[in-house]
């Protein structure tokens, strides 16, 4: 008879509980499914007296995640902790080290430490799985790796953080602004512990540096990732992209040429009836181009007990399966070092500033652009009654260097006042 795949989960919060409760509610069909029961036979957390909502009597207990790793009859360590150094980190490298298979949820961990993660697990013959790093319950890992494996990715870009789109997106539905959708996503519980993880870009950032290997073959280089959050997006930007025909989006962009690889994670307008314009709430979307396929775009939840254990759980199926693939879908030793591209391609550029509202002002702004070679496509000025005047310009293409070259200068002048804000344009 098949032994059973036996499992030790570490982490026992929203993705942990969610796995443990998929594993007992669906026992049947997943030994249907796989031909092998699979089992919990040690959890870990910090706080052992937690009532966790699932009785747990039945596992063996461990505080110390790296004992659990260790554990003889623990087959696959599924690692639900969270954090790219400490406790996750060292449990995952003892788990490897004592010959079990990993299955994680942690894109920081991958993002930063995935290269040497991946060497640790095919030296010692073992596996490392992370489908639910990227766009929660998305199976955007699974398609990269095995159903477009036989395409060479042009592009992969996507909404990969749900807290930021539901900001963007109810800023625009309710008229309120950032700081109130910032408090109500608080009280809702959608932040990270550290919530500039999420507003900053940086969780996203994570799951974009873990795709763009994937896709291209290349070492996961989060360092590279160019991250910009959504902290200065305002109710004015909103409105004025809505005005155009765009919506702001925290759109993750990677993709490589002849200029390097290009990855970036910035608010960017994109048109407001594409795809990714009308992705509403905290919804995750991930459109993959390539050239054989074309386009493929997927969409669903990229968070939550459910659809995240869903992912951990389709990761614990091809283990007890007998798939194995190495971690970026090829051996860790054959990725790349890409050159980091130092610029993006030319794209048009939103810009608000505020300038002071006196003769002149305007021309010297226009007259700054114009040395940089930027040319104005579009300019607006409200009425408004302080010193200065919210203005809104839309540039021809240009590149963001330049484009940063020009906003370095507007902001030395006396007529500028604070930074401006810059948003690229991105016609999909
Ligand atoms: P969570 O609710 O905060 O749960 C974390 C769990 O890890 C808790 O049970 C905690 O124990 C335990 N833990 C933390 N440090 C520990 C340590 N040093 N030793 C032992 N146990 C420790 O986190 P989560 O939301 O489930 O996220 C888990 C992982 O999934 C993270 O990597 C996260 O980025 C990733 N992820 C989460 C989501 C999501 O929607 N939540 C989506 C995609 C990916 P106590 O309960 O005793 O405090
Ligand atoms: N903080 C993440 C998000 C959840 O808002 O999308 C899990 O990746």
Same mark, same amino acid.
């Given at each position: ?40 036979? &040690? ?126 997106? +109810? ?70 992209? &809505? ?108 810009? +608000? ?68 804000? &810059? ?6």
């Amino acid at each position: 008879m098949t032994q059973p795949l036996r499992l030790g989960i570490a982490g026992l919060g929203t993705v942990g509980i969610g796995v443990v409760k998929i594993i007992r509610r669906q026992a049947a069909l997943l030994e249907a499914r796989t031909g092998r029961r699979i089992e919990i036979t &040690a959890v870990s957390a910090r706080d052992a007296s937690k009532d966790r909502g699932v009785s747990l009597k039945d596992y063996a207990w461990e505080t110390d995640p790296v004992a659990l790793a260790k554990r003889d009859d623990v087959d696959v360590f599924v690692e639900l902790m969270g954090g790219h150094e400490g406790a996750a980190k060292n449990a995952i490298e003892a788990a490897l080290a004592t010959g079990k298979d990993v299955v994680t949820a942690n894109k920081a961990l991958l993002a930063i430490h995935g290269q040497a993660l991946a060497e640790q697990a095919e030296g010692a013959g073992r596996i490392i799985r992370f489908e639910a790093a990227v766009a929660g319950g998305i199976p955007v890992i699974k398609s990269l790796t095995e159903g477009l494996a036989g395409n060479e990715i042009t592009r992969v870009m996507g909404v990969m953080n749900g807290t930021c789109n539901y900001i963007l997106t +109810r800023m625009e539905a309710t008229g309120q602004g950032y700081n109130v959708l910032f408090d109500e996503c608080a009280r809702l519980g959608y932040l990270e512990a550290d919530p500039n993880l999420d507003v900053g870009g940086i969780d996203a950032g994570h799951k974009l540096a873990i795709l763009s290997s994937i896709a291209f073959g290349t070492k996961p280089a989060f360092d590279d990732v160019q991250l910009e959050g959504i902290q200065r997006i305002e109710l004015d930007d909103i409105r004025a992209a &809505a005005d155009m025909g765009y919506r702001i989006k925290l759109l993750g962009v990677a993709q490589r040429s002849a200029r390097g690889l290009e990855q970036r994670m910035t608010p960017c307008l994109v048109p407001a009836n594409s795809p990714l314009g009308q992705l509403e709430g905290g919804t995750n979307m991930v459109v993959i181009e390539a050239d054989a396929v074309e386009q493929v775009v997927l969409r669903g939840p990229g968070a939550g007990e459910g659809p995240t254990a869903s992912a951990v759980m389709g990761d614990v199926c091809d283990l007890a399966r007998g798939f194995r693939i190495p971690a970026f879908g090829q051996p860790a030793k054959t990725l790349k070092e890409a050159p980091a591209a130092q610029t993006g391609l030319p794209a048009p550029f939103y810009l +608000r500033m505020s300038l002071q509202d006196k003769p002149g002002a305007l021309a010297e702004v226009a007259a700054i652009l114009g040395e940089a070679g930027i040319s104005i496509d579009r300019m607006r000025q409200y009425g408004h009654e302080e010193p200065t005047a919210p203005v809104l310009i839309v540039t021809h293409k240009c590149t963001r260097a330049t484009l940063d070259e020009a906003l370095d200068a507007l902001e030395t002048t006396d007529v500028v006042d604070g930074t401006p804000v &810059a948003l690229r344009i991105e016609e999909l």
